[in-house]
């Protein structure tokens, strides 16, 4: 039988090359990357001295500091979660569901404070607010000289988390509403329910599994989020898990390492709780729709939709532009503290972290080094790696998906700690990677797997299998396929993939902030110090940079956008 006649009809089946050749080839890297930190961080809490203790885990939980920055983090987290399901979720039910205008620029709009980095948001509010706010002084509206901070405080760290992650659970509620079949909904309204009512009793229980999904994972994020709760957390004394990881780690005791691993541990199991309560609660909630999705349901609001769309700009406009604002009016005047005004104004700042500072300029280069380096062998990790996981059946593929959603999943901070003890020496070799790039790299490739795979997952899933089998019937080897025919198709959403990896890397803090050291920092890292210090003008400065940067990418990925798949790109419909 001839290959062109086994490939499309004969009793071998499709692919008679074995596509899981790529499968296990990089079924070990994908192990030492994604399980072996995690394992390594499990074992490191309960071993002690060559043998089996519970020591570690007693100090630590009976420390008096543990359980109140436990009780910090729970209740700021929950806080937070609360304010972020008040806004995504009207946001999301406004946005999918009612017949406002400009819905691509204000999701677009909505989705800037989840790229723009937590410590960024932390230190664009604060210019925002205090006695020594450039742009409040500017306006003559300034708190007198010595009136609190009230950004340092429980409300304070709660209601920038809420903003930070309000993205999260827009997103999941407004997939699930833009499945709702309209013919449902108008069927519901013309036997005689008023708006409310069709709210009440058909949307909100047909997208219940989704904003309870968007929920945990606000939850989880908040619990891990490091750059929101150290820059506001740390001045007020309020102590939260991962905080108080950082200062034990900064300590550099004999037995940091294990007490460290105990309170990842702990905030590990916190997340995995959340996630556990989420399959609680959507239990039983199985709603199957029926009908076709056509297009998305758009309730006419009437005399009401120009006030409602006044409302959500301004809503933008308090939670995104007027800080950015803020952040750039502090980064403009020569010193802290100054009024800002036309004869004050000054690039200074800017000429000094560009031009003069080595460490600024380094941090720029090492953050754009890792995370274009992360970006390109993502890429090329992630294209045979969806190809097999598509084409092959069974476990394994299950396996490998779950791996790489692991330290994604999981806190940063937990992942940080996992990598320190997994390769502060390695075996054999006898050689420690911490305090160098190649550590901060090897977590970055862990934690943004999932991110550079999914679009390329998703890519695969969609093609026509007729395209490679017509490739195989004229005897195209497996490999030659791949390069010449499946990669170029898959090439816009794998490239879509490596931006958002670029993206999120960039501006990354909490992996980044417990393993850099002097010479190795990154741009969250320096943005972090230099406020941590001080000179908060320089840190403006930075920031701002960073800001043009991130808005510069999503533009980038936005023209790229009609060439895309759908649901690629998560702020487009």
Request: glycine share 8%; aromatic share 8%; hydrophobic share 55%.
């Amino acid at each position: 039988m001839s290959l062109g006649t086994a490939a499309i009809g004969g009793t071998p089946g499709r692919y008679e090359d074995r596509p899981g050749i790529f499968l296990s080839l990089l079924a070990p890297l994908i192990t030492l990357l994604c399980l072996v930190p995690i394992a390594r961080l499990a074992f490191e809490g309960i071993w002690s001295d060559g043998a089996f203790s519970t020591h570690h885990i007693t100090k630590v939980l009976t420390e008096a500091t543990t359980w109140r920055a436990t009780w910090h983090s729970l209740l700021i987290s929950g806080l937070g979660t609360f304010i972020s399901l008040l806004l995504g979720g009207a946001f999301a039910f406004v946005i999918a569901l009612t017949d406002v205008r400009a819905k691509a620029a204000l999701v677009f709009c909505f989705m800037l404070p989840m790229m723009i980095p937590p410590q960024i948001t932390a230190l664009s509010w604060l210019q925002m607010f205090g006695p020594t706010s450039a742009l409040l002084k500017m306006l003559g509206i300034a708190p007198a000289l010595g009136s609190p901070q009230p950004l340092y405080s429980v409300g304070g760290i709660a209601m920038l988390l809420g903003i930070q992650h309000a993205s999260l659970i827009f997103l999941t509620l407004r997939a699930a509403l833009r499945q709702i079949p309209r013919e449902q909904v108008e069927a519901a309204r013309l036997a005689g329910a008023n708006g409310y009512r069709v709210w009440r009793d058909i949307i909100l229980p047909i997208t219940s599994p989704a904003l309870i999904a968007g929920i945990a994972m606000t939850f989880v994020t908040a619990i891990g989020n490091f750059g929101i709760s150290a820059m506001l957390g740390i001045p007020a004394n309020i102590q939260m898990l991962p905080t108080l990881i950082y200062s034990k780690l900064s300590s550099f005791g004999p037995s940091v390492l294990s007490e460290v691993a105990i309170l990842a541990i702990l905030i590990g199991l916190i997340a995995i709780a959340g996630v556990l309560l989420h399959h609680v609660l959507v239990r039983g909630r199985d709603y199957r729709l029926h009908g076709i999705v056509g297009r998305p349901l758009d309730i006419s609001l009437g005399r009401y939709r120009t006030p409602v769309e006044i409302g959500l700009w301004l809503v933008l406009a308090f939670i995104l532009v007027i800080p950015l604002i803020a952040l750039l009016s502090a980064s403009l005047v020569p010193a802290f503290g100054m009024v800002l005004s036309p004869e004050t104004a000054s690039l200074e700042a800017y000429r000094e972290v560009i031009f003069r500072q080595a460490a600024t300029l380094r941090a720029f280069l090492n953050s754009f080094g890792l995370s274009i380096g992360a970006a390109v062998v993502l890429f090329g990790l992630t294209v045979p790696l969806a190809y097999s996981m598509v084409r092959e059946k069974g476990w394994r593929p299950q396996a490998i998906n779950m791996l790489v959603e692991m330290p994604y999943a999981l806190p940063g901070i937990v992942l940080a700690i996992a990598c320190i003890l997994a390769f502060q020496r390695i075996p054999i070799i006898n050689i420690s990677l911490y305090g160098t790039l190649a550590i901060i790299f090897i977590a970055y490739l862990a934690r943004f797997f999932v991110i550079s795979l999914r679009p390329v997952l998703s890519s695969f899933q969609q093609m026509d299998p007729n395209l490679e089998e017509a490739a195989q019937a004229c005897g195209a080897s497996r490999t030659r396929r791949l390069i010449d025919i499946l990669a170029p198709a898959v090439a816009p959403s794998a490239a879509a993939g490596g931006l958002l990896v670029f993206l999120t890397a960039f501006n990354e803090l909490t992996v980044s902030a417990l393993l850099w050291s002097s010479g190795n920092e990154t741009i969250g890292v320096m943005i972090f110090n230099l406020d941590d210090s001080g000179d908060s003008v320089l840190a403006s400065a930075v920031a701002v940079l960073v800001v043009g940067v991130v808005l510069g990418l999503m533009a980038l990925i936005e023209v790229m956008g009609n060439r895309l798949p759908k649901g690629v790109i998560p702020w487009r419909s």
